[in-house]
Structure formats: structure tokens, C-alpha cells
């Protein structure tokens, strides 16, 4: 827990004893800055990224592990570390003429839930390395490209790019991202992120070596908890024994944990108590469906299919009874501006990738398949909340 977040929860407690301090600091989406007791893995990437201190690239790596092993939240905050070096150092380029290369190269971390298209995928680097504005629009993505090809090629540190979410369902495939890589300069390296294991995938071709990164252990999880509580909840909101409860369940998932401790808290704060109980933890571990979906997946959605999903978590099981009845409730929203057509397109689209399931109804005895009724693969409080609170941030206040 970093000092900006204790003096922050300090300022709110003259307001009343409320159990959350930060949605965000209890969100399994959300990263900190330094992952707890997870120095090993830290060492082992550094040891890879060595070769930048000596003005050299490292080779291409593969860094791979279990959903909820921390991956993103290591390599983001070990990136963010390394680019403050970077800046320090002058290593961004201010000018397309710039006269003096720097000797450290740029970090950038790409997460191919969000940079799906080339153009996408190109002025995300760009704007990465340079200090001048990139346009969103009016520039082609072969104007892009030639346009990062010119500012690498006079800048000899380079770049090391993190690609983070690759062969995941809803991202390009492994073809497509090594395609894009191989038309970037040749002072780019890169460190690829996935959950897939390196004899399932054809991005190991391209690597010199593979980095694992472990699951987490049962105490490690414990202080992960107690971290996010320290930083999220009211001083002695959360004991060590329900945080052990939540990291056996979670057997090594810190996402799945994480969650079991947003429900929780959020169970208790609605029923204005400053402590979880037991019954907090049991709802909450109840809730979250075996094997769940990122929360960070959900939320890199199209905001129209997240608007799906927030009238989707409301329904009642009997309007959640068949896709068909789903779609009509749906749609029938008033606060929905979509066609039957368009909300069963997205429910099964959805289906497709992962973020909800298909399942078919059971004491179907008339002719024909039997239908199906959608189900979540992921807990309904957590999105719910994290949504509100999204929409809630962007509403602009009325004039006077």
C-alpha cells in the first residue's frame, strides 16, 4: 500500500466509518504498482531484460501462466518502472529530427484486448516513443507504419514491446500478431503474454526462451488480500482467517480471489457494516462461477455489448429461462437503443468467446432442439458495480 492511498483514507475518516474507502483498489481489473511477494519472478524478467542496461536488445521471450497468476500486473508494473528510467534517461523522441539517439530503450506495453486493428496496433508504439501528438484519424495505417519506421530507424535503443492477452478468443491470431511484428524495424524486441502453454503455440518459433510465472501460493495470496484490504477497506475491515478462506478456495487464482473480496465487501457495505463476516465470504465464493471469465475481458467489450450485459445481470431467472426470452427482456429495455436482432447477435456472439455460456434448458419435451438459456461466466455483483461506478465517473454535472 503505497503512502498516497494511506493519507487518502486518512481524509475520508471524518465522514463516517464507511467499510469502502476504493472500489478500485478492490478490483481484480485494477493493478498496483509493486505485486506483493512476487520478487522471483521480477529477478528471472530483469535477468532477460538485462542486455538494455549494456545499450543492447534482449531476444523475444514468452512469458506464460495460469489465469490469475499475476502476469499482466508484474509485467505493467515492471514496464512502468523501466519506462521511468526511460524518461529520465531522455529516451523519448520530441522531434521527427532529432539529432542525439538515447541509450535505454522505450517500454511499451501493448494489450491486444485493445489493439485488435493494424492501425491500432501501430499508433499505440508510435505514440509510445514520440512526444508529438499521433492523430486518431485522417492518417492511413500504411502512413503510420512508415511514419514509426522513421522514428525508430534513427533511434538505436530501440523498443521492447510487451504484448500482453495474445491467443486469447476475441484477439488476433498468432499468423496475424507475427506478421505485424515482422514489418516492425529491427530494433524492436518483444516479450509475448499469454496463458497458453509454450508447446501449444506457434509464437515459441520466434522466441529465444520461455518464462513461467507460477501460480500463487497460498500465504502470497493471503498477503495479496490483506494488501488490497489495507488499501480499499476501513483499518481492520478484513481478518487473516477469512483472507485464508478466500486464498484456499481461490487455490492459487489472486483474479478469482480478488473478486471473492469485492463481492464480499460490497455485501457487507450494503447492509452498512464496517467488517466482513463469514456469511460474506460464503455469499460471494457462491457467486463466482468455476471456471470465471477476467473481469478485465468483460470490460475491454464494446460498451453496447456491456450495456447487453448490465441489463442481462438485472433479469429474472424466468426472463433468463431461454436466449429467446432473454433477447425480448432485453431489448424491451427502455434503456437500450438496440434490435431484438442486434441483442441475440451479441448474446451469441458473446457465447462464442466465452464471456457467457450457452446452456440448454432442462424438462424440454416438445419437438425440436431444445433451447437454451444464457449463464454468466462472471460473478453479476462484481460487473455490476465496477459498471455503475464507470457511468457514474462520466456524467457530466448540469450547469447552474
Not at 545499450?55 to 509485467?75: D, E, M, R, W
Not at 484477439?171 to 516479450?191: E, H, K, Q
Not at 434503456?335 to 458473446?350: A, I, P, Q
Request: glycine share 6%; aromatic share 6%; hydrophobic share 40%.
Amino acid at each position: 500500500m503505497d503512502l498516497d492511498a494511506r493519507i487518502k483514507r486518512r481524509q475520508g475518516h471524518d465522514e463516517g466509518q464507511r467499510l469502502i474507502q476504493s472500489y478500485e483498489s478492490l478490483s481484480p481489473a485494477a493493478h498496483i504498482e509493486e505485486p506483493s511477494d512476487r520478487g522471483p519472478i521480477f529477478e528471472r524478467l530483469l535477468d532477460h531484460l538485462d542486455p538494455v542496461f549494456d545499450g543492447t536488445l534482449p531476444p523475444n521471450a514468452y512469458v506464460h501462466g495460469a489465469f490469475g497468476s499475476g502476469k499482466s500486473a508484474i509485467v505493467t508494473a515492471l514496464f512502468t518502472h523501466l519506462n521511468r528510467l526511460s524518461t529520465q534517461t531522455g529516451s523519448v523522441i520530441h522531434t521527427s529530427t532529432r539529432a542525439a539517439s538515447p541509450t535505454i530503450p522505450e517500454f511499451v506495453y501493448l494489450d491486444m484486448r485493445e489493439t485488435v486493428s493494424e492501425f491500432a496496433f501501430y499508433h499505440r508504439i508510435l505514440d509510445a516513443c514520440i512526444e508529438e501528438t499521433v492523430p486518431q484519424h485522417g492518417i492511413s495505417t500504411d502512413e503510420l507504419r512508415q511514419r514509426l519506421h522513421e522514428a525508430l530507424n534513427q533511434w538505436y535503443a530501440g523498443v521492447v514491446l510487451a504484448i500482453d492477452h495474445v491467443d486469447e478468443p476475441e484477439s488476433i491470431g498468432t499468423a496475424t500478431l507475427v506478421d505485424r511484428l515482422s514489418g516492425l524495424p529491427s530494433n524492436v524486441s518483444w516479450l509475448a503474454i499469454s496463458r497458453t502453454p509454450p508447446a501449444e503455440t506457434d509464437l515459441t518459433t520466434y522466441t529465444a526462451t520461455s518464462i513461467e510465472i507460477d501460480s500463487y501460493q497460498r500465504q502470497m495470496l493471503v498477503d495479496v488480500l490483506m494488501t488490497r484490504a489495507s488499501a480499499g477497506l476501513t483499518q481492520q475491515a478484513l481478518d487473516h482467517e477469512l483472507a485464508r478462506e478466500i486464498a484456499e478456495w481461490a487455490e492459487g487464482n489472486a483474479h478469482d480471489a480478488l473478486a471473492a473480496l469485492f463481492i464480499a465487501a460490497d455485501r457487507a457495505n450494503r447492509d452498512r457494516r464496517t467488517r466482513l463476516l463469514d456469511t460474506d465470504v460464503t455469499a460471494a465464493i457462491d457467486e463466482i462461477p468455476r471456471p470465471s471469465v477476467s473481469m478485465a475481458r468483460v470490460q475491454a467489450l464494446p460498451e453496447n455489448k456491456q450495456l447487453v450485459l448490465r441489463e442481462l445481470v438485472d433479469l429474472s431467472a424466468e426472463d433468463r429461462a431461454s436466449v429467446a426470452a432473454t433477447t425480448d427482456a432485453i431489448s424491451g429495455s427502455p434503456g437500450l437503443d438496440l434490435s431484438r436482432g442486434t441483442v441475440k447477435r451479441f448474446l451469441y456472439e458473446m457465447a462464442e468467446i466465452g464471456i457467457v455460456d450457452r446452456v440448454q434448458a432442462e424438462g424440454h419435451s416438445g419437438k425440436g432442439r431444445p433451447p437454451s438459456r444464457v449463464e454468466l461466466r462472471f460473478p453479476a455483483t462484481l460487473f455490476r458495480r465496477l459498471y455503475d461506478l464507470r457511468q457514474e465517473s462520466t456524467v457530466v454535472p448540469a450547469e447552474l
